[in-house]
């Protein structure tokens, strides 16, 4: 099953924790491990249990439940299981825009954040790119392929708490495909035991949670606007990493897409 987004997260944490200094080092590679650690106790697991409900604050970073999160409400799509096929009668193909109309997609500032200062951590993505940033490759390539991926771009940032963000943006062949790829990833979250959120500031977005033990817990949402999907990750120790930093991130990148 496609776990979504988690190697690009893994990767280029690794690679954030190469270019900070000393102490900034040690703290990735903690993080890195229990990552490493949290993700083979999961293949060992008969599912991943998500205990914490998502919540945002202005004031606080203190998690709270769906009902008292701003912005936040738990999805009514965490139970579904609808399949998804496409038709080619109903897919109006669009030319790829290219990578450099990719880049200039993705917001270069964070609040909060610096930029990794590194090549790989803002770069094209080809089909092999894509695929290999998931763990089976060989699933998530014909997934792409049957989307009409058609490239896309990829960025990290990081903060002085150890919390690395990650923006993305995927080129479809149409708007169509675009949104059966958003709901590809919905499906898959479910699936590994994550928990879905409606954002009442984003039209049409999911955030979501996901936890690997008590060491590391990720936040995300994603949406898509014409036939690009976007996604923006967060992936950090609970006790620095609140849904409020990535809500704040995936409204700076929509006001940028809006503009």
Do not use: H
């Not at 036939?227 to 809500?247: E, R, S």
């Amino acid at each position: 099953m496609r776990i979504f987004g988690w190697l690009v997260l893994l990767g280029l944490l690794a690679l954030a924790g190469c270019t900070s200094n000393t102490d900034d080092e040690t703290a990735s590679s903690t993080v890195t491990t229990n990552a490493a650690t949290s993700a083979q106790a999961d293949d060992d697991s008969e599912e991943n249990v998500v205990t914490s409900e998502l919540g945002t604050t202005e004031e606080s970073t203190d998690v709270t439940t769906p009902e008292e999160a701003a912005g936040l409400t738990e999805s009514s799509l965490t139970g579904s299981t609808a399949p998804l096929v496409t038709s080619p009668d109903e897919i109006e193909p669009r030319a790829p825009i290219g990578s450099q109309a990719l880049s200039d997609l993705l917001i270069d500032e964070v609040t909060g954040f610096e930029p990794v200062p590194e090549a790989s951590a803002d770069r094209f993505l080809d089909l092999e790119a894509a695929s290999s940033l998931q763990p089976d490759p060989t699933e998530e390539r014909p997934l792409l392929e049957t989307r009409g991926f058609q490239g896309g771009w990829t960025k990290a940032f990081r903060d002085g708490n150890n919390n690395v963000l990650i923006t993305t943006v995927y080129d479809f062949v149409s708007a169509l495909e675009a949104d059966f790829y958003l709901e590809d990833g919905t499906i898959t979250i479910i699936g590994d035991g994550g928990t879905i959120f409606e954002v009442e500031s984003i039209p049409d977005a999911r955030g979501f949670r996901q936890e690997s033990g008590e060491a590391l817990v990720t936040y995300g949402i994603t949406f898509t606007r014409n036939n690009q999907w976007f996604l923006i990750y967060l992936l950090g120790d609970p006790a620095a990493a609140t849904p409020d930093i990535v809500l704040r991130a995936a409204e700076e990148q929509v006001a940028a897409i809006s503009n």
